[in-house]
């Protein structure tokens, strides 16, 4: 079974669904995405409260949806998305941001997406700041101050986008704060 899971409708992370034609890049694929970014970006009265570059995700997220033609398994909450991938709601960055847990045997990982974008290691030394395309930005930082805290309780590693090179790491508390703490690079498997 093919399936891509989609974290949230911010052109950087949906761009790829669709190929140089606009036709769809993974037609035999179940399509994942968050019911609550769905319903956000596909209501015209939102896009009047943004302006650019925020306003014109919402065109965007139309025509990757219109191509999709209703192709599209929605999503919401914290659930076991195909095995070992676990949706978690992350809201503030777009009101169905997810980060993910991804487990093999004891083993896990949480993918972070876009909980700090951006410039992400500054973000996470600054929690209270707000990324232009934060659509919520109060809500953005508490859910990245209680996510880095669970984070640091539970001694996950992290894997985000916005991250430098390997983009995988571990977050450590640094008064009201946090820190970016990147894991040693090993080029072999």
């Known amino acids: 079974m093919d399936v891509v899971i ?14 140089s034609e606009n036709k769809v ?4 694929a179940e399509i994942l ?4 970014d769905i319903k956000f970006w596909t209501d015209d009265s939102n896009a009047s409260r943004f302006q650019e570059p925020v306003k ?3 065109a965007n997220v139309k025509r990757v ?12 909450g914290t659930k076991e998305l195909v095995p070992g991938i676990t949706s978690m ?5 777009t009101p169905g941001h997810t980060s993910f ?24 030394q600054n929690p209270g700041w707000y990324f232009v395309f934060d659509v919520d930005g109060p809500l953005g930082e508490q859910t990245r101050r209680k996510f880095y ?10 894997q985000g986008f916005h991250f430098p090179f390997p983009a995988v790491g571990n977050i450590d508390k640094d008064g009201d704060r946090y820190r970016w703490v990147p894991a040693a690079w090993n080029p072999t498997i």
């Open 56 to 58: 014109g995700q919402f």
């Open 101 to 124: 847990m991804i487990a093999s045997g004891s083993d896990r990982l949480i993918h972070q997406v876009d909980v700090t974008a951006g410039m992400g290691t500054l973000f996470v």
């Open 65 to 76: 949806l219109g191509a999709l033609n209703g192709k599209v398994t929605q999503y919401e």
């Open 33 to 36: 995405m968050p019911t609550a």
């Open 6 to 19: 989609i974290s949230h409708l911010h052109g950087d992370h949906i761009g790829g669904l669709l190929d």
């Open 149 to 158: 805290d669970m984070v640091i309780a539970d001694k996950l590693r992290v």
């Open 25 to 28: 890049a993974f037609p035999n």
């Open 89 to 93: 709601p992350t809201p503030g960055h």
